[in-house]
């Protein structure tokens, strides 16, 4: 340019601009944008890696790690289950959390610019389980995550960015007692971080509508109405009057699922195949399409086999052989025509199971048809969700039932003892998330003081909640219902 | 432009211009200069010594929670009504002689840092480590550092500020009188300026502090020297404590003597504090110091670091020192020891060989009172796992246990009274079995009795001031547990007597 060769000043002052400008570019990516690997002790092990690996959700569905960490001594009251105030941080919530780790099981944390936190699908399926009140938990990967509070941890972000008190003077003050952000990091949180992420939550409030309807029962610790999460995120359906709660189920053993062989997965049948419930249900954590589809379908692929080959949990307790023996052919009698034979793991009609029907009814075919269509759209390979109306609920493979309680579809028979009553003898109110296991009974105890204290309420009288049907070897002696007991502990 | 011709030697816009130049840079950069002086300090008062840095050195509390020094001066005049007695002293806090017989200005176990323009009091490890030893009635106080702070009501100084900070006369009208009676010189800045927003900072703080620490006045009184250490945990995550499991409330532990740390990292690490809830003596430290006002950002890591290498070798000091030892009734003793009490305590109170040694043995065994175990929840120890996030140092190591750990007994005969809540006032008492324990008796008196070993607990009150009275019947008091035959509670009065006089060794 012609101005540039007359006046060296203005020259100067357009290269000092550039450089400033380039300068800033750098340092707005460093610290916004620029990705950073998670520390290695996170992908030691298979196991640490599915209970602290990134699926890359950190990009979408991320918190930024210093709010997330200051919320809970902003808003301790918001943090509630049954209306109650509970205290503990998010400990709170019932999320698996191991001694001397920084974020509980399924959460991870990963640097995109600046510290995100994030879930994994550890999350909804680590089985946090005690010997005794006296005794602390263990932590079992792949196994339901029936202390969980979801619906609780959504509500709880969202009631925060609801608060006139979520503002960069109040969280900033909060964050600079407990780190030492340099002034680059303060200026990025105060005037985009913080504002960015309030909006953020508060676009989620529209989306998750349904979780604040007072006509719907709470989730309560240990479920999700899975198949409304994926209508109204993945799809964007219009709210309908659905509510279909189901139990967190475990995720060991997939391989076990031979779709070609008509098995399908999803309580009511409604994927195909392993590979497909993984990315669908990865897909509803990340909360968008992958940033990067090749790093996702890696995830998927390392998800489908370590999930495909991890064995079952054997049975922790003492088990009393003679008496196993003596269940089998009960078993064999009463439980194997639709437990361990041809008919495992397909849908059985509704009528024949009697089950509740609530989570039938929150989905049907133009979902999975519409569904796949977005899958597919984000250039993802899958066979993908059935495109049907469900019609009943899968007979369910038995590997590791002793830890799959409370038990049915929708969580809502506390025991295996109990499921041998017929409905209207089993518990007609119980609390689901007390994780001291019930040997006898099989099953975690679901009554008494502390369970009443820690778990969440369960009216199985309340909408999607109800313990009827399955009235399957209710009429054996007592007598033969502990020697069965005694046999499903060691399936 | 016969201006421009012809400039002028003594332009006036020269003039103009270094006038403008003196306004807008000179005189600014001076004032600048002059407040970064004034405000941009922060520099702790150091001490030579390692002894005088325990007693007086900082923790780098004083940066989130240091009072400015002078209101912490004048406030024990401005609120005496909600002080037992007269000053810092009748909350059982100790005050060292200055040269010419005069009290020290503040208490050992305060530390001052200037910080933001302006002289700030805190208090440190040796406020609740530290305590006093007379051996008559008629005999001085001897300070006796890293022992409990036996006499230090901690419950009545958490409610003094609290108390104080909400009544009227918290305020520039009250607080800076009493601060010119004193002799406080504050120049003109301070008094127009400085204090007067400090009074109205320092009143937000804690009150807003008071409402973190609101279920405190809820407790039964805990008494001198004794403090509910992980109820005042939870406070540092805001956890909102009136909905907490009512059986975590009423959990006062005893303070601990902190001598010879080194001991309990090596050979091997002990399960350290009460119920051994963790196994790192640094970590344990920095969690003590968030009684001290420290925050992730703000501790002083490398004051306290001289603190901590002082306490790796420090000793307490021998029982002869103060009174006699019968050296062949204690030999005598020491064979009982051997036999009952060593596995778990301790080869001697310098040895700590033995196989139970800090570990912890289930309740159910020990068998003492579990409000301080229960007040300490898995819970609170992965919250505690987040303390320090995003520093190398951040803690790892806090489990949930499920009984006591079994202290070594260095300088035992300092660390009356005994059991985790302070529930029995003697070793001789500790040799009775729970039943024949004092059900009641009084805490706080520094006289010591070295019969019994443990300080005088019978008596109500001490140069008229009174007395704690120590009810083991109320809720976290009781004095059950660690008896038996096991537990040497079943010897001969003969062999108690010279049991106790081989622990006077310790």
Known sequence: MSIGTRKPWVRAIVILVGVLAVLAALIGYDRGFREQPQPDWVSATPETRFKYGSIGAEHDAGVPYWIFYVLPRIFPEKLRQDGRIVPGGYAALGVPWELGQELPIGFTKKIIGFPRVANNCAVCHTT?????????????VAGPAHTTNVEAFFRYLIDCAKDPRFNADILMAEINRVTDLDVIDRLLYRFFIIPITKKRLLEREAQFAWIYRPDFPEWGRGRDDAMNLTKYFMIR??????????????????????????????????SHDAWSVIMDSALGLLGAAPVNRDEFVAQVKWLHGYLGRLPPPTYPFPIDRAQAAAGKPLFVAHCARCHDSELTGRPLPLAEVGTDRGRIDSWNMAAAIKANQVVKEMGLDRRGLVEADPEGYVAAFLDGIWLKAPYLHNGSVPTLRDLLEPAARRPQVFWRGYDVYDQKKVGFVSDGEAAQRVGTRLDTRSRGGGNQGHEFGTQLSAGEKEALLEYLKTL | MN????????????????????????????????????????????HESAVEHFKYGSTGGEHEMGFPYWIWRALPEVCPQYLPGRGYQSLGMVFE????????????????????????????????????????????????LGMPAATFNMKGFEEFFFRCAADPKFSKEYILPEIERQGGQLDLLDRLLVYPVAIAIMRDRVLALAGRFDWVFRQHEWGPGRVDTFNSAKVIF??????????????????????????????????????????????????????????????????????????????????????????????????????????????SGSDFSGEHVGRVVPLAEIGTDRRRLDSYTYTLAVNQATLYAGYPWRFTHFQKTHGYANMPLDGLWLRAPYLHNGSVPSLRDLLEPAAKRPPVFHRGN?????????????????????LFRFDTRLPGNANSGHEGRAYGTELTAADKAALVEFLKTF
């Open chain 2, 97 to 144: 002689r200055n040269a010419d017989g005069s009290e020290r200005d503040v208490p050992v176990g305060t530390s001052r840092r200037r910080y933001q323009g302006i002289d700030r009091v805190f208090v440190n490890c040796a406020v609740c480590h530290t305590s006093t030893v007379r051996v008559a009635a008629d005999q001085p106080a001897q300070i006796v």
């Open chain 1, 237 to 270: 359906a219009p709210m309908d009057d659905t509510f279909g709660p189901t139990d967190m189920p475990s995720v060991w053993n997939l391989a076990k699922y031979r779709w070609d062989q008509g098995h399908r997965m999803n309580y009511a049948g409604d």
């Open chain 2, 3 to 46: 201006e421009s011709q012809t400039p002028p030697v003594d332009d006036p816009w020269k003039r103009r211009f270094i006038i403008l130049f003196v306004v807008t840079v000179i005189i600014p950069a001076f004032v600048a200069l002059w407040l970064l002086r004034r405000f941009g300090e922060d520099v702790p008062v150091d």
């Open chain 2, 238 to 347: 805001n956890f909102p404590m009136a909905h907490l499991d009512p059986r975590e409330f009423d959990a006062p532990a005893d303070f601990p003597s902190i001598w010879q740390q080194r001991q309990r990292k090596e050979p091997r690490e002990m399960q350290l504090h009460w119920d051994g809830n963790n196994t790192t003596v640094e970590e344990r430290n920095k969690s003590a110091a968030f009684g001290t006002g420290t925050t992730p950002p703000t501790i002083d890591l490398a004051r306290i670091r001289r603190v901590e290498d002082w306490l790796l070798d420090a000793r307490p000091p021998a029982f002869d020192r103060f009174f006699a030892i019968d050296r062949q009734l204690a030999a005598r003793g020491a064979a009982l020891y051997k036999q009952y009490c060593a596995a778990c305590h301790g080869a």
């Open chain 2, 446 to 466: 520094d006289l010591y009795d070295p019969v019994r070993v443990g300080f005088v607990s019978d008596q109500p009150q001490v140069d008229g001031r009174p």
């Open chain 1, 128 to 140: 946090s389980i005690r010997a005794t009140a006296d005794a602390n938990p263990s932590f079992i």
